[in-house]
């Protein structure tokens, strides 16, 4: 007979702090527990949110499975458009651009990957660039959009997709969500963290207002000022302002202008950093992400004014932060989610899926109330591996720059570079390989995109590219030019695909 089990399960759960990463949390496990764990989530009003992260990657819709979200609500209630990628401009140097996109370059075919077929093709003359090979960066060209659909050898299974959308609405619309799920919400400033003397887990929050919120396992999810992870247990924090030395942003909304709602977001390489643009259906976002030893607070400002596509529509506000984690973001019967955990500038939008992944591993790996430590430890591995991944990618933008030399552009050429991005671009330059882990958030077509865009280019590819019909590489590579510019043209723009998608 087995022996006989202690009830010793999580009933209730604490979430400290609201805002996106909050309320992401808060609904996903009031939908995923069913009912079975009370969820209550501790937010004041009085506390500003961040609320300036207002786009997103395909890895959304995991999250949005999960909770059961309705897309055509969704839509209405946020404000959202759709995004195909993102545009660089300036990256490489002043007027270059280059497209990241969403999806793949040509359909999955049977064999060596698709980009070392174009690769052969290109060493033997043939003139096809990669972005015609990008359904997605064709549509964003043309401000069309379309969702993935068709059979693997269809054109149009090559596309993916995400949204941008206003993060506050966004907030507020999984608020209702997840109370209609079971969660409560309390209103109030946290006062105090209670711990237990020999274990060190907390044991209750205090408000203000004298409100004790006990629980077997909390969260926190507030943000930069980490109460919880940072104050209450004391868990240190790996700056990694060496390789990724913006530490302000500036972000103000405009009126719709300039090319409109298109279907990407679009980063610009400034003097001191970057500028984001981000279109949504009533408005559209703005942002300077710049480094303060280069540029101070009120020339940012005044320089993103500058640079808007239309009249702004509120005070510029500026926010400041530092790239980097959080050594152990579970600690104890603690998990940190969404900035309190870490962060990775806004340059490839993965803030959200940043929270979302907390919340897979976190359910993945839900504890009893011992919160046995090898849980912990496992998902302290498997975050860092999320960061440290998405760490390098991001690096690579700022280091692979030939035509630009201000200051913050010349110490991003001169630092030394992590191991793992320097062996990551050198395989490729000999080989063409892309050497990636199964989990890794950034596949192929991603690193595809930004090492030919910062013209990082291969050198070789694989052998077994010549494998067989020495002229296939040339006509399957022509074939899925053709089908990309074939299509294009039939697919919808992007404000009717978005009006049809809201009915």
Known sequence: MPPCLTDNRVRRVVILGGGTAGWMTGVALARALSGAVAVTLLESEEIGTVGVGEATIPTIHWFNELIGLDEAAFLRATGASFKLGIEFVGW???????FHPFGTYGPALPGVPFHHRWLKACAGGLDVALTDLSLAARLAAENRFAKPEGTARSILSTLGYAYHFDAGRYAAHLRTIAEGSGATRVEGRLATVERD????????????????????????????????????????FEDWGEWLPCD????????????????????????AGWQWRIPLQHRTGNGYVYSSAHLSDDRAAADLLAALDGPALAEPRTLRFRA???????????????????????????????????????????????????????????????????????????HATTGRDEPLWRHCRSV??????????????????????????????????????????ARGYSPLADIGD???????????????????????????????AMR
Not at 92 to 98: D, E, S
Not at 209 to 235: P, Q, T
Not at 253 to 266: E, K, N, S, W
Not at 478 to 497: G, I
């Open 92 to 98: 490489r140097a002043p007027g270059h651009r280059y």
């Open 197 to 236: 003397g020999e274990t060190g887990f907390v044991t209750a929050l205090t408000t203000e207002r004298g409100e004790r919120l006990a629980g077997d396992l909390f969260i926190d999810c507030s943000g930069f000022r980490a109460l919880l992870i940072g104050e209450a247990m004391g868990v240190g």
């Open 248 to 271: 302000r942003a500036v972000a103000v909304p405009c009126a719709t202008g300039g090319d409109g709602l298109t279907p990407y977001t679009r980063s610009t390489a400034r003097a």
């Open 324 to 398: 980097g984690t959080r050594t152990a973001p579970w600690t104890g019967n603690t998990v940190a989610i969404g900035l309190s955990s870490g962060f990775l500038e806004p340059l490839e939008s993965t803030s959200i899926h940043l929270i979302q992944s907390g919340i897979a591993k976190l359910l993945s790996l839900f504890p009893d109330r011992d919160c046995d430590p090898a849980l912990a430890a496992r998902f302290n591995r498997l975050f860092a591996a999320d960061m440290e991944n998405i760490r390098d990618f991001l690096i690579l933008h700022y």
């Open 416 to 457: 030394a570079l992590p191991d793992s991005l320097v062996e990551r671009e050198e395989q490729y330059r000999r080989s063409g390989r892309l050497m990636l882990g199964a989990d890794e958030l950034f596949r192929e077509a991603s690193w595809l995109a930004v090492l030919n865009g910062q013209g990082i280019h």
């Open 470 to 500: 020495p002229d296939a590489a040339a006509a399957q590579v022509r074939a899925v030019a053709d089908a990309v510019a074939r299509a294009a043209p039939t697919l919808p723009r992007h404000e009717a695909a978005l009006a049809a």
